[in-house]
């Protein structure tokens, strides 16, 4: 995407991600998955500390919320590892891919 088609993304999403959470609540599935498609974002623009935050604050949620093999968990468990690579963050990323292994 272009710098600026990728700025038109990221302010659709946000928009979503507000109106789900007005919509259907903080602890909705697809409310928690607007807020990480956010974090996506930050990855595609290789903004990696405020995608592991978003990803991992979407992670904890889910986790609270709905059990560990559902699918969205364990997709966000395997870009957070991958994320955790690329920061040098090997152990933790490890934590990561085993989760995402065993909820599979």
Not at 44 to 60: D, I, N, P
Request: proline share 2%; glycine share 6%.
């Amino acid at each position: 995407l272009a710098c600026g088609k990728i700025s038109i993304a990221k302010d659709a999403i946000e928009e979503c991600y507000k109106i789900r959470l007005v919509e259907l609540g903080p602890l909705h599935i697809d409310t928690i998955d607007s807020y990480c498609q956010i974090g996506y974002i930050y990855i595609y623009t290789r903004q990696f500390t405020l995608a592991m935050s978003m990803l991992s604050e979407g992670f904890k949620v889910m986790r609270a919320v709905f059990d560990d093999s559902n699918e969205k968990i364990v997709d966000i468990a395997t870009e957070i590892g991958t994320l955790c690579v690329q920061l040098g963050e090997k152990p933790r990323a490890q934590w990561y891919f085993n989760f995402a292994l065993r909820s599979c």
